[in-house]
């Protein structure tokens, strides 16, 4: 069973820089997992930030950013704002299937 | 403006079944591939199926194959889940999402809770 892992929590300071992670159990996350990344916030949809690694709805702030760092996929929030406190998800593909990881409880405090 | 709205969820009994619908509009829902994906409470999302844009493939998270099987009308814009034998870890609220191939998935229907339960 493939399991997708990523942070249960982060704590960041308004205006600072934190990097959530997202590691998949077979192995290296690569550009042909096409990770996406979502925030959800209790009680709403969740909402789309990056697709395939690294690319930006139009929606998307320009202080979030996505790479591959390290074998992982990677978000980057840059300035964080007190509104991105909430649950982030890093989705991965697996050659018809999708798995997302256990999310990540980020707090701005 | 792209629109994606479930319904269908309610209480039903562990060994039922139900019916989820997701009804789209502001695209060519024709285009997109289509995805359900649930959140038991105090849970993390889950991914659970998938449909090519046309209805030739589907795809299934293990936990729920054999048991739930996705479906589309592209003549009336609406995605389905039919969910059979459910039980209480099925318990969740189920949102439809849109995808294009395999790398994107951006848009997101609000939701619909289903509670399996006696």
């Known amino acids: 069973q493939t399991v997708v892992t990523q942070e249960p929590s982060l704590t960041v300071s308004p205006g600072g820089t934190v990097t959530l992670t997202c590691a998949s159990s077979?192995?290296?996350?690569?550009?042909?997992?096409?990770p996406n990344w979502f925030q959800h916030k209790p009680g709403q949809a969740p909402r789309a930030l990056i697709f395939?690694?690294?690319n930006k709805h139009s929606w998307t702030p320009a202080r979030f950013s996505g790479s591959l760092l390290g074998g992982k996929a990677a978000l980057t929030l840059s300035g964080v704002q007190p509104e991105d406190e909430a649950e982030y998800y890093c989705?991965?593909?697996?050659?018809?299937?999708?798995?997302f990881g256990g999310g990540t409880k980020l707090t701005v405090l | 403006e792209v629109q994606l709205v479930e319904s269908g969820g309610g209480l039903v009994q562990p060994g039922g079944s139900l019916r989820l619908s997701c009804a789209a509009s502001?695209?060519?829902?024709?285009?997109?591939?289509m995805h359900w994906v649930r959140q038991a409470p105090g849970k993390g999302l889950v991914w659970v199926s998938r449909?090519?844009?046309?209805?030739?493939?589907?795809a299934y998270a293990d936990s729920v194959k054999g048991r739930f099987t996705i479906s589309r009308d592209n003549d009336k814009n609406t995605l389905y889940l039919q969910m059979n034998s459910l039980r209480a870890d099925d318990t969740a609220v189920y949102y439809c999402?849109?995808?294009?191939?395999?790398?994107?998935?951006?848009?997101w229907g609000q939701g619909t809770l289903v509670t399996v339960s006696s």
């Open positions: 999402a849109r995808g294009y191939g395999s790398g994107l998935v951006d848009y």
């Open positions: 502001g695209f060519t829902f024709s285009d997109c591939w």
């Open positions: 449909i090519h844009s046309d209805g030739s493939s589907t």
């Open positions: 077979t192995g290296a996350v690569t550009s042909g997992y096409y």
């Open positions: 395939s690694t690294s």
């Open positions: 989705l991965l593909y697996y050659g018809g299937a999708w798995v």
